[in-house]
C-alpha cells in the first residue's frame, strides 16, 4: 500500500493556512495587548486564552456537524471555505481598531513615558472603547476559526487508510509549518518584533494574502468526495473496514472496549498536558524574548520550524517502524529536555545559544504532533472521525485555556525570568507518565512493499 504525497500535500493546504494564521495571531496580539492597551500578563493570558475557550465547545460540534454533512463539494471543504473567508476578513479589521488605539496612546504621549506599560493601561481603562472593539472583533475571528478547523484536520483521515496516517500526518504537519515558517520570516520582514508601537496592518495584510494563496491551492487541487471514495474501497479491499452495510449491521455506533476508552482517556490527558507546557511557551514566547532577553523571537522560531520539517517526514517513516507510543514519548522527552535548557538562557547569553535548545524543541514537538493525532482518531471508524478530531482538539484547546492564564499569573508573581521555561518543562514532563501507560493508539499492520511505492506520487 502506498502513499500519494502529492494527495496529502494538497489536503494540508487547509492546515498551512490554519497555521500561518495561528503564527501570526500568537506573534502579534500578546504585543498589542502588552504594549498598545498595558494590560498585565495575567490579563493578557486570559484574552489570549478566549480562543481556546471557544474551541472546547465549538471544535467537536463543528467536528460532529461535518461528518453529517454531504455536499457536491464533499462533507469538510464547505465549512473551510466559509470559515477562511470570515477569518482572513475579520484579521485584518482587528488591526484597524488596534490602528485607533495607537494613534490615541501615541497623542497622549505613553511611549514617552517612563512606565509605557502603566500609563498605557491608564489610558486603556479611561478609554475603554477600543479595547471592547478589539475583543469584539477577536471574538468574530476566533470563531470563524473554529468554524473550520476539526474540519480541516479530519480531511486527512477522511482521504488515508489508517496504517498510512502518521506517514501522511508527517505531510499535513510539514505542509502546516511551511505556512509557518513564511509568516515568520514575513515578522522579519516587517520587523515586530523590533518596534513596540507599530501598525500591524501591513504585516496581517500580507498574511492573510498568503492564507488565501494556500485556500485557492486547496480548493483547485483538493477533490474531496472522490478521495474519500477511494480510502474506503481501499480499507475494505485491504481487510481494515468492512462494507458500510455490513459494518452498520454489526455496530454503527462503534463503542469503545474498555481498554480502548482507558487508552483514549490517557491520550487526551497526554495531549493536555504537553499543550500546557507547549503553549506557554509560544503564546508568550515573543513577550518573553523582546521584553526579557532582547532577542529576536522570528529567527529563533524559524530555526525550531525548520528543525520540524527535517524530523516529521523520518518521524513519520520512525513511528512505523517502532510504534507511534515510544516515539511520541521519545519527543516528549527531547521537549522537556529543550525547555529545561531554556531556563538557563539569560539576556547576557549570545543569542546563538538558543538555537540549539529551539532545534531540539523543533524536533521533539514534531515527533510529539505527528504521531499523537493519529493515535487518537486510530480508534474512531471512518463515520465519526470528526467527532473524534472534536475530542482531540478540545483536550488541547482546554489545556491552553489554562496555560497562559496559569502562567500569566505566574509570570506577574515571580516573574518571567526563570519562571517561563520551568513552567514549560514541568508540564510537558507530566505528559510523559499518562503516555507511558496508553496501550491502543498503533497502526494496524500492513504489507510493506518496495521503498519505490513508498514513495509513487501519482
Known amino acids: 500500500m502506498k502513499l500519494n504525497y502529492k494527495r496529502v500535500l494538497l489536503v494540508g493546504m487547509a492546515f498551512f493556512l490554519i497555521t500561518a494564521f495561528w503564527q501570526a495571531y500568537d506573534a502579534i496580539v500578546p504585543l498589542i495587548l502588552t504594549n498598545h492597551f498595558g494590560l498585565p500578563q495575567s490579563a493578557s493570558g486570559a484574552v489570549m486564552s478566549i480562543d481556546n475557550v471557544l474551541a472546547v465547545f465549538l471544535l467537536p460540534i463543528f467536528g460532529s456537524l461535518s461528518d453529517k454533512v454531504n455536499t457536491r463539494f464533499g462533507k469538510r471543504t464547505p465549512f473551510i471555505f466559509i470559515g477562511t473567508i470570515i477569518a482572513t476578513i475579520s484579521f485584518i479589521c482587528l488591526t484597524f481598531i488596534d490602528n485607533y488605539q495607537l494613534a490615541q496612546i501615541v497623542n497622549a504621549g505613553v511611549p514617552e513615558s517612563s512606565d509605557a506599560a502603566k500609563a498605557a493601561l491608564e489610558f486603556t481603562l479611561s478609554n475603554p472603547l477600543a479595547l471592547v472593539g478589539f475583543i469584539a472583533t477577536l471574538l468574530v475571528t476566533l470563531i470563524a476559526m473554529a468554524i473550520f478547523r476539526s474540519p480541516a484536520v479530519a480531511l486527512m483521515p477522511d482521504v488515508t487508510v489508517e496504517p498510512l496516517r ?18 515568520l520570516v514575513l515578522g522579519m520582514v516587517f520587523a515586530t518584533s523590533k518596534n513596540s508601537f507599530m501598525q500591524y496592518t501591513p504585516y496581517v495584510i500580507a498574511v492573510c494574502i498568503v492564507m488565501i494563496l494556500g485556500f485557492i491551492i486547496f480548493l483547485l487541487g483538493v477533490k474531496e468526495n472522490k478521495w474519500a471514495r477511494e480510502m474506503e474501497e481501499d480499507s475494505i479491499r485491504l481487510g481494515l473496514e468492512k462494507a458500510e452495510d455490513e459494518e452498520s449491521n454489526e455496530n454503527s455506533s462503534h463503542k469503545l472496549s474498555k481498554a480502548e476508552f482507558k487508552s483514549f482517556m490517557l491520550i487526551l490527558a497526554s495531549v493536555a498536558l504537553w499543550y500546557i507546557g507547549y503553549n506557554s511557551i509560544t503564546s508568550k514566547y515573543s513577550v518573553y524574548a523582546t521584553n526579557i532577553l532582547g532577542f ?16 516529521y517526514i523520518p518521524v513519520g517513516i520512525i513511528a512505523s517502524k517502532a510504534g507511534r507510543r515510544k516515539t511520541v514519548l521519545a519527543g516528549v522527552a527531547m521537549l522537556t529536555i529543550a525547555f529545561f535548557l531554556g531556563v538557563f538562557v539569560t539576556p547576557q547569553t549570545p543569542e546563538i545559544i538558543m538555537y540549539p535548545i529551539f532545534i531540539l524543541a523543533g524536533i521533539g514537538w514534531a515527533t510529539i504532533n505527528v504521531n499523537s493525532f493519529p493515535m487518537a482518531v486510530e480508534l474512531a471508524k471512518h463515520g465519526n472521525v470528526g467527532k473524534y478530531t472534536g475530542y482531540y482538539y478540545t483536550a488541547s484547546m482546554a489545556a491552553q485555556i489554562v496555560a497562559p492564564i496559569l502562567s500569566g499569573f505566574l509570570y506577574d508573581i515571580f516573574g518571567m525570568r526563570f519562571t517561563f521555561f520551568t513552567f514549560g518543562a514541568l508540564f510537558v514532563a507530566f505528559s510523559f507518565v499518562t503516555m507511558f501507560f496508553v496501550k491502543h493508539g498503533d497502526a494496524q499492520k500492513i504489507e510493506e512493499k518496495s521503498i519505490l511505492e513508498h514513495l509513487d506520487v501519482d
Open 166 to 183: 502518521s506517514k501522511a500526518n508527517a505531510i499535513i504537519n510539514l505542509t502546516g509549518t511551511a505556512g509557518g515558517i513564511i509568516v
Open 296 to 311: 529576536d523571537f522570528n529567527f529563533t522560531l524559524i530555526i525550531a520550524q525548520a528543525a520540524a520539517i527535517v524530523s
